[in-house]
């Protein structure tokens, strides 16, 4: 039996058909070729797999495709698309943090969500945020790095070294 999800996914109307138990994340990578949301552990805790669903952090591995029906996505391909993330991905190359990548896409969503509703956040802020998603290539200070100098970015100041 398929369900007929019908959704705005990166702001464009999507309809599909999909198995009942299929995923978000298998939705998006395998029937939308939307591969920046990542399946790490597949129970929640990892990060790798995180999108905005209605404008709030969602672990895709967690979210059946079914239930987006009526909801609006924003994916990492969506944030990239419309800009939201240039001085993001900057300083996060600027300061080394990433190294395999594959938990960048979750650590940006992440750091795109804190920045959204917190525009001057701590550091001790940015680690709670990031609590969440899990690094094991590049430890975490590179990214609480990248994440901080952002903020010191858009307010206008001058990036604050280490």
């Known amino acids: 039996m398929m369900v007929e999800v019908c959704t705005v996914i990166n702001d464009e109307d999507v ?6 138990r299929m995923s978000l994340a298998d939705f998006l990578r395998d029937r939308l070729r939307l591969t920046g949301t990542h399946l ?3 129970m ?15 672990h895709a591995c967690l979210v059946l495709a079914v239930q987006v029906s009526g909801h609006t996505v924003e ?8 800009g939201a ?3 993001l991905q900057g300083r996060f190359h600027d300061r080394n943090a990433l190294q395999c990548g594959y938990c960048t896409s979750g650590m940006l969503m992440t750091a795109h969500t804190l920045l959204e509703t917190n525009a001057t956040p701590t550091r001790d802020e940015i680690r709670d945020a990031l609590s969440g998603n899990y690094c094991r290539c590049t430890g975490y200070e590179a990214i609480v790095d990248a994440i901080h100098a952002t903020a010191m970015q858009r307010l206008g100041g001058r990036e604050v070294s280490k």
């Open 85 to 87: 993330l240039v001085d």
């Open 15 to 20: 309809r599909e058909f999909v198995e009942p």
């Open 44 to 58: 929640g805790a990892c990060g790798a797999c995180l999108v905005l669903l209605d404008g709030k952090p969602a």
């Open 40 to 42: 790490g552990c597949e």
């Open 75 to 82: 994916t990492i391909e969506g944030l990239a698309e419309r």
